[in-house]
C-alpha cells in the first residue's frame, strides 16, 4: 500500500490551506483514513480520522477549524484546514488503517506564518 499526499506549503495565520491524499495497492475494506501532524520537538498527534462510512474524529486543537472527507471509489482522504494558526506549523502525515495494520504517507509540510 503506498499513500501519496499533496498540498501544504506556506500560509499566512488566519489562512486556508487545503490536502489530499490518495492510496493505492492492496487496500483492504472497511478502514480509516485520516491525518496526523508532528511539529518539531512534539510527539505526532491525531488531526482527523473518518470511516469508509463518514463517521469522523478530530483533535482538540483543530475541531471547528478542519474538515475531513473522504472518496472511496478514488481511495483519497482530504483535509481542509480553515482559520490556520502559527501552532499549526507541522508535517501532516496521512494514515490508512485496517485490523492492525497502518499505512503512513511521506509527510506534507504545512507552514503557518503570524
Known amino acids: 500500500v503506498q499513500l501519496q499526499a499533496s498540498g501544504g506549503g506556506l500560509v499566512q495565520a488566519g489562512g486556508s490551506l487545503g490536502l489530499s491524499c490518495k492510496a493505492s495497492?492492496?487496500?483492504?475494506?472497511?478502514?480509516?483514513m485520516g491525518w496526523y501532524r508532528q511539529a518539531p520537538g512534539k510527539q505526532r498527534e491525531l488531526v482527523a480520522s473518518?470511516?469508509?462510512?463518514?463517521?469522523?474524529d478530530y483533535g482538540e486543537a483543530v475541531k471547528g477549524r478542519f474538515t475531513t472527507s473522504r472518496d472511496n471509489a478514488k481511495h483519497t482522504v482530504y483535509l481542509q484546514m480553515n482559520s490556520l494558526k502559527p501552532e499549526d506549523t507541522a508535517v501532516y502525515y496521512c494514515?490508512?488503517?485496517?485490523?492492525?495494520?497502518?499505512?503512513w504517507g511521506q509527510g506534507t509540510l504545512v507552514t503557518v506564518s503570524s
Open positions: 473518518i470511516t469508509r462510512g463518514g463517521i469522523t
Open positions: 494514515s490508512l488503517k485496517w485490523g492492525i495494520s497502518a499505512f
Open positions: 495497492g492492496s487496500i483492504v475494506i472497511p478502514n480509516i
